[in-house]
């Protein structure tokens, strides 16, 4: 069922698991489809479905980081300005985020508190700072557990849509609680923000491409055991002599 | 045997989009999924009559479409007033009070989104059956790849009870009958991604353009 894996092995001497870029081919990202590329690492279109086929994604780590940087930075009004008001009897004063959630707990809804929450607070704040720590990982040196970082990437690129739940219920509520002095609901300019933080972070997610994080760890794996062999060569040499 | 195995050794039939490992199955087998060794990402799932099912499925999401659309979900009242809340004029209502970019990323993650995915699919299973449609349904697949993550019906779903239970100590809440067909309308646009298998699509065209060439 599993398919042949690391081939590589058998194919002679090689350590590393034989990937596509390494025979000039790439696997088409919209229908799967294996490509060979041109050489001199150009992009071309699919012969199957007709999108363009890179290698890797072209920018795909400057993408990233600055759409990144662009919701981080767009979390902030996204938190401090309201996100609606509702005015009941006369009386409300705008809520933002935070204290939508608050409310909700305090009137003992706390399931509904809880998934609110973990909405449209924990998935944007868990989805950039995972998207970071992937980015860091790769443009650093810093330890990389490939198996860990594609659970992190596959939960980062998974879970952003569900931040947009805050968004369609204010748009819910602004049309079903519309009856004027008595109570009415209208947004505020925080959901404006805030909309733009899940396209911003749901794009981000789609521009990163994970095959960089193999590359990434495929290139310190393959300088370790170059280390090794050189260290063991060198007492090969040395060890006559010192006898 | 050997020599078989020789060959077979050189051609390669996919490479994983998640990690690049070349991998010599292309296809898993029906009703199974193909993983990825090196990654465990899932590289092919291949539904049984997957072709079949989609055009069934998606043909029903159209068509729950419409009472979905334009039947009331949910209905609120205070003492004598009342407010009702339909897919369209919550977006109207936003666009109105001049939130332009947030009315129209409801209306396309709502309506449009999972609308325009049960067209391309309904689309691609039944176009898929003349050679005439052969470029157009290439064109509809990439489209559908592009607009999967943007369909978000169940994300709006939970959005409705979330609403249904804040307000609810406020006012009088009733369901619409419109929030049954959301539902159903929801639950079958989620076995139709399900079902969908593009895998499936590819190889019916590459079938007929090597039976012509034969």
């Known amino acids: 069922m599993v398919a042949d894996g690391a081939p590589g092995q058998r194919e002679g001497g090689m350590k590393l698991p034989l990937k596509a870029r390494a025979r000039g081919m790439s696997c088409c990202l919209v229908c799967h489809q294996l490509v060979t590329m041109p050489a001199g690492g150009d992009p071309r279109h699919c012969p199957r479905c007709g999108a ?68 449209s607070i924990a998935v944007p704040v868990m989805k950039l700072l995972g998207l970071i720590i992937l980015l860091i990982q790769i443009q ?104 | ?27 898993a087998p029906p009703g199974q999924k193909l993983v990825c060794p090196r990654c465990n990402a899932t590289l092919h799932r291949n539904p049984k009559n997957s072709v079949h099912y989609t055009a069934a499925l998606s043909l029903t999401g159209l068509l729950l479409f419409v009472p979905a659309a334009t039947l009331p979900l949910l209905h609120f009242s205070i003492f004598a007033f009342g407010g009702e809340n339909t897919l369209f004029n919550g977006v109207m209502s936003l666009f109105d009070a001049g939130y332009y970019w947030l009315s129209s990323l409801v209306l396309f993650c709502s309506v449009i989104a999972p609308l325009a995915k049960f067209l391309l699919l309904t689309f691609i299973c039944w176009g898929s059956a003349w050679a005439l449609l052969d470029r157009p349904v290439g064109l509809a697949v990439r489209w559908y790849q592009h607009l999967k993550e943007w369909g978000m019906l169940d994300v709006y779903m939970l959005g409705v009870l979330v609403a249904l239970v804040k307000m609810s100590d406020l006012g009088k809440m009733e369901v619409g009958p419109g929030l049954y067909c959301f539902a159903a309308m929801m639950l079958v646009a989620n076995l139709t991604t399900l079902s969908f298998d593009q895998e499936s699509i590819w190889s019916r065209m590459a079938r007929r353009a090597s039976g012509k060439v034969a």
């Open chain 1, 52 to 119: 363009r086929v890179h290698t890797r994604i072209d920018g795909s780590l400057m993408v990233t980081w600055a759409l990144v940087i662009t919701g981080t930075l767009l979390l902030l009004p996204a938190n401090i300005l309201p996100v609606m008001t509702v005015i009941y009897l006369g009386s409300g004063e705008p809520s933002t985020i935070i204290s939508g959630v608050m409310q909700l707990y305090h009137a003992g809804l706390w399931g509904i508190a809880l998934i609110v929450f973990v909405a």
């Open chain 1, 140 to 243: 650093l040196r810093v330890p990389l557990i490939p198996l860990q970082a594609m659970k992190l990437y596959r939960v980062v690129s998974g879970i952003g849509r569900w931040s947009l739940l805050d968004l369609f219920m204010i748009s819910i509520l602004v049309a079903l609680v519309d009856m004027g002095a008595i109570a009415q609901v209208t947004a505020g300019p925080g959901s404006t923000a805030f909309a733009t933080v899940v396209v911003v972070t749901m794009t981000a997610a789609r521009s990163f491409d994970p095959r960089l994080i193999w590359d990434a760890y495929d290139e310190r794996r393959a300088a370790v055991h170059e280390e090794r062999d050189t260290r063991a060569q060198e007492q090969q040499r040395g060890a006559p002599g010192n006898a």
């Open chain 2, 1 to 27: 045997m050997d020599q078989g195995q020789h060959r077979r050794r050189k051609t390669w039939q996919r490479a994983c989009h998640e990690c690049d490992l070349l991998l010599l199955d292309a296809v």
